[in-house]
């Protein structure tokens, strides 16, 4: 283990730096944008729904989820462009699948919305 910061002297500071993420996110992702502004607006509106308890969470989960991976991809798509700013097919490959890992995040919560608004207006 590095020496440095420990405790809670060290939890502030992860805090700090989690929210440079997000602030910093905020400002160069458009994509960050589109998706925190989506959870603000559907995680009130899917605690509205009614249905089972477990549903609600498959909603807060799956949309959570496209957040955390997005973050992830703009953190590969950002290391990429440091260490490979020339065109290279293993800089293509890596920003490739994280697109890709973005993508099928969005589609099983998609799915999972889907279902939680089939329950509710329409299914059993």
Same mark, same amino acid.
């Given at each position: 283990?590095?020496?440095?910061?420990?405790?809670?002297?060290?939890?502030?500071?992860?805090?700090?730096?989690?929210? &440079?993420?997000?602030?910093?996110?905020?400002?160069?992702? #458009?994509?960050?944008?589109?998706?925190?502004?989506?959870?603000?607006? =559907?995680?009130?509106?899917?605690?509205?729904?009614?249905?089972?308890?477990?549903?609600?969470?498959?909603?807060?989960?799956?949309?959570?989820? /496209?957040? /955390?991976?997005?973050?992830?991809?703009?953190?590969?798509?950002?290391?990429? &462009? =440091?260490?490979?700013?020339?065109?290279?097919?293993? #800089?293509?490959?890596?920003?490739?699948?994280?697109?890709?890992?973005?993508?099928?995040?969005?589609?099983?919560?998609?799915?999972?919305?889907?279902?939680?608004?089939?329950?509710?207006?329409?299914?059993?």
């Amino acid at each position: 283990m590095k020496p440095g910061k420990t405790g809670l002297t060290r939890l502030i500071h992860a805090f700090g730096y989690s929210m &440079d993420g997000f602030k910093t996110g905020w400002q160069r992702e #458009a994509a960050i944008r589109q998706e925190l502004i989506a959870l603000i607006v =559907l995680i009130p509106f899917g605690l509205w729904l009614p249905v089972a308890i477990g549903v609600k969470l498959g909603l807060l989960g799956s949309t959570l989820a /496209v957040l /955390v991976v997005e973050l992830l991809n703009s953190a590969i798509e950002a290391v990429v &462009d =440091l260490a490979s700013p020339e065109r290279h097919d293993l #800089a293509k490959l890596a920003k490739d699948l994280g697109s890709a890992a973005v993508l099928v995040t969005l589609l099983v919560c998609i799915t999972v919305w889907a279902y939680a608004l089939w329950l509710a207006f329409g299914g059993a």
